[in-house]
């Protein structure tokens, strides 16, 4: 089961997948409270998880199904891509079609180099 499956039966089916332990040892809070994050609705759901890692997987599940309403949610996930288009937009200035433009000519070295000047510019860790 994956936990796409999970993340539907909590904002849809409200179906419980968890039925024994085998079940909730393939439950990946991460994944699934990532996939709470992306939704306007869900967020503060998600990351009341987040901040409870210590709790077993069916209860972090049995509250995201008892408390998250019921709706089909299409969430956009944010890749990689926009990460480095973002990063790219605010090194050189660019605009997003110049700047995805450019990430076809630049290596992953170049991007991460980016990424690390802008970290440490505004003050943060590496």
């Given at each position: 089961?994956?936990?796409?499956?999970?993340?539907?039966?909590?904002?849809?089916?409200?179906?419980?997948?968890i039925v024994?332990?085998?079940?909730?040892?393939?439950?990946?809070?991460?994944?699934?409270?990532?996939?709470?994050?992306f939704g306007?609705?869900?967020?503060?759901?998600?990351?009341?998880?987040?901040?409870?890692?210590?709790?077993?997987?069916?209860?972090?599940?049995?509250?995201?199904?008892?408390?998250?309403?019921?709706?089909?949610?299409?969430?956009?996930?944010?890749?990689?891509?926009?990460?480095?288009?973002?990063?790219?937009?605010?090194?050189?200035?660019?605009?997003?079609?110049?700047?995805?433009?450019?990430?076809?000519?630049?290596?992953?070295?170049?991007?991460?180099?980016?990424?690390?000047?802008?970290?440490?510019?505004?003050?943060?860790?590496?």
């Amino acid at each position: 089961m994956s936990p796409f499956d999970f993340a539907n039966s909590i904002n849809h089916t409200k179906e419980d997948l968890i039925v024994d332990e085998r079940t909730e040892k393939e439950y990946n809070p991460f994944i699934v409270n990532r996939a709470m994050g992306f939704g306007k609705d869900t967020i503060i759901a998600g990351n009341e998880m987040n901040a409870r890692p210590h709790l077993d997987n069916k209860l972090q599940y049995d509250f995201l199904r008892s408390v998250v309403r019921k709706a089909k949610r299409y969430n956009k996930w944010l890749k990689a891509e926009e990460e480095n288009i973002e990063a790219i937009q605010e090194f050189f200035g660019y605009s997003f079609i110049k700047a995805k433009e450019a990430l076809s000519i630049l290596t992953e070295t170049e991007i991460d180099l980016i990424k690390l000047h802008l970290n440490t510019s505004k003050g943060g860790k590496v």
